[in-house]
């Protein structure tokens, strides 16, 4: 999993896996569900991120993976 944000859109995306997507739909307002061919979700797309998310923190709790953080 991978999440990115991109301040000059001010859009962020969670991608959940590796695989291509080959459909999308928009669930709510500026925010887009991507899906690969077996209809599995591959990613979130939110647009405005600033305005529906607190960005300020991330906590990552219980996941058994390693972390890697990468500051702009």
Do not use: C, F, Q
């Amino acid at each position: 999993m991978k999440i990115s944000y991109y301040p000059e859109t001010d859009s962020l995306y969670i991608d959940l896996s590796a695989k291509a997507s080959v459909d999308s739909l928009e669930v709510s307002e500026g925010v887009v569900v991507d899906y690969d061919a077996e209809g599995k979700i591959t990613g979130i797309d939110i647009d405005n991120a600033s305005h529906k998310l607190e960005l300020d923190e991330l906590i990552v709790h219980n996941l058994r993976t390693k972390v890697e953080i990468i500051a702009a």
